[in-house]
């Protein structure tokens, strides 16, 4: 969503100069919507901002040395600069004040996969480079499936803050169906990647190819590709091509070399051409785009590349993108221009990302079985006090916006699991909030949510069929009964955020540290297909002697 950005800034890192994992060399190795205003656009140009480093040759190493208390020694980082948008943290808010919240759901991931490299690499990441609505969306949850009425179905389970005394957790869960791959529709994909000078590394060009290469063994004979390539020129590498001929696919990707310029905006116009001339009516039509960010378009065209790709977002073609590399990379950019297309934002930082984005959840992925969803959570003040959001600063709506079918919302592909997190603070205990002298306390016999004082609040639902204009609407209540024992998701998913407010250095953290986190998570692992939430224990452990090594957090 591309709202309000005018109040928001860009802030920017000097990424610490470390050697890439020797595991991820050597399988890179082997493979040959709106208008935005003048201050949005001046966010999109990156500026300097030089931050102290540390060098480590991998994780494991640091991880020893600072397990035998050996002092990694400075060194002076190269020129290079990446671009985060600046937003400020959502605010506890009243509820006899303001009872609504309205928010766009978020299914991308980048943020948990950026987040991740550098950790990785002995640095804790710049604040604003984490959305903890993100790193909760990277996981799988065991949410029940819809039961067929609606492409997904929304549960909600309430429990004790782990973080602040007498506070609440209000965890809302969406699950979409799930769709096998035969049943899945015809795809007509364009792969965009960027073969610029600045895509000349291993972690990027190279891993790229890597990418494309899995997702091609995947194709099926209904399924189509195209490739554009663009640098110092613009062309289309490979013209739409049936899935069953992947040895043409495969020498396709095999051809490409990096070197030249970045031209962003005329290779968008191609790629959209060769999707429309291809168009699959019922069918997947989505642009791949893959790059650093890095478009040298200037900034007088950043207007018209949301503008075309809104336009084409309408016509049918959805654009995902793929971010790969460090230094230069421009995660601002690839995030929104991928909520401005209707499709997912993934950072890729290593073949098993790949694996993970393009093999594993690829009907989550490109497969959309709902779009423009949103929920809306109506609170009862004569139960909830206060209450906060966690995370989803981008993502929130008006509340008029949740009935108005123009604007724009995400889309939840199949099997995709999507998790909202509220804190709140109940009646009759003490909030951050001064309580008002003059004003009727939500308790007051004779108000309606005071006849209701078992339900903890209303939640509603709106979505569109992936080819639909209008939306349909769903609601439940949410009962006010806080569990006992709280399911593994729960735990898990708070053991995130609070992992996630560490990192942004969040004000409302509390006494949280990074061992609690830790040690949350491992009570939520719960059956941990693909052992994800396994890998989350350990990099929140290695976070935690990043942290404690005296890394400093660039600003």
């Not at 207007?303 to 601002?332: C, P, W």
Request: proline share 5%; with cysteine.
């Amino acid at each position: 969503m591309l709202r309000n950005q005018s109040k928001n800034r860009n802030s920017t890192f000097k990424p610490r100069h470390l050697l890439l994992p020797l595991a991820i060399t050597l399988v890179v190795s082997g493979c040959s919507r709106h208008q935005t205003s003048s201050k949005e656009q001046a966010m999109m140009e990156p500026m300097p901002a030089p931050a102290p480093v540390m060098a480590a040759a991998s994780a494991d190493m640091f991880a020893s040395r600072m397990a035998v208390g050996h002092a990694m020694p400075p060194i002076a980082p190269p020129a290079s600069q990446e671009n985060y948008q600046k937003l400020d943290e959502n605010e506890v808010k009243s509820t006899t004040q303001q009872a609504i919240s309205t928010l766009s759901l978020d299914v991308d991931t980048g943020s948990y996969a950026n987040v991740r490299r550098m950790i990785r690499q002995g640095q804790l990441p710049p604040a604003d480079s984490v959305r903890v609505e993100e790193l909760l969306n990277y996981f799988p949850y065991a949410d029940a499936a819809p039961n067929g009425r609606h492409p997904f179905a929304v549960s909600t389970e309430l429990a004790a803050s782990p973080w602040t005394a007498d506070n609440l957790l209000l965890r809302v869960g969406v699950k979409a169906v799930e769709v096998s791959a035969a049943k899945q529709p015809p795809a007509n994909l364009v792969f965009l990647v960027d073969v610029s000078g600045s895509m000349d590394s291993p972690d990027k060009l190279p891993l790229a190819q890597a990418s494309l290469r899995l997702l091609t063994q995947q194709l099926r004979p209904q399924d189509r590709v195209s490739m554009i390539v663009y640098a110092g020129r613009t062309a289309v590498e490979l013209p739409s091509t049936s899935g069953s001929e992947k040895a043409k696919i495969l020498a396709a990707i095999d051809r490409l070399t990096a070197g030249g310029s970045t031209a962003g905006e005329a290779a968008l116009k191609l790629a959209y051409q060769e999707a429309e001339s291809n168009m699959i009516k019922g069918g997947i039509n989505r642009i791949l785009l893959m790059t650093d960010g890095d478009f040298n378009v200037g900034i007088s065209n950043i207007n018209d590349i949301k503008a075309m790709i809104e336009k084409a977002r309408d016509r049918g073609v959805s654009l995902s993108t793929f971010g790969f590399g460090q230094g230069n990379y421009n995660e601002h950019l690839m995030e929104q221009v991928a909520n401005v297309g209707n499709g997912n934002y993934s950072y890729i930082d290593s073949i098993e990302e790949s694996q993970k984005v393009l093999g594993e959840e690829l009907a989550s992925t490109f497969n959309t079985v709902a779009k423009d969803v949103k929920l809306q959570v109506e609170f009862n003040p004569a139960v909830v006090k206060e209450w906060r959001l966690i995370g989803y600063e981008n993502r929130v709506l008006n509340e008029q916006d949740f009935k108005n079918d123009k604007v724009d919302a995400a889309e939840i592909g199949a099997g995709k699991s999507v998790v909202a997190l509220y804190e709140l603070t109940p009646v009759g205990k003490t909030g951050l909030l001064t309580d008002r002298r003059y004003s009727e306390t939500a308790s007051s016999e004779g108000t309606a949510a005071a006849h209701k004082n078992n339900e903890l609040a209303f939640l509603r639902t709106r979505y569109k069929q992936p080819n639909g204009e209008t939306s349909t609407e769903f609601a439940l209540p949410i009962s006010a009964e806080v569990t006992r024992q709280p399911s593994t998701d729960l735990k898990f998913a708070a053991a995130v955020a609070g992992y996630g407010q560490l990192l942004k250095n969040s004000k409302y953290r509390g006494q949280w540290s990074y061992a609690k986190s830790a040690e949350l998570a491992q009570q939520g692992l719960g059956a941990d297909h693909g052992g994800y939430r396994a890998d989350f224990v350990k990099l929140v452990k290695l976070t935690d002697r990043v942290a404690q090594s005296g890394s400093v957090q660039p600003n």
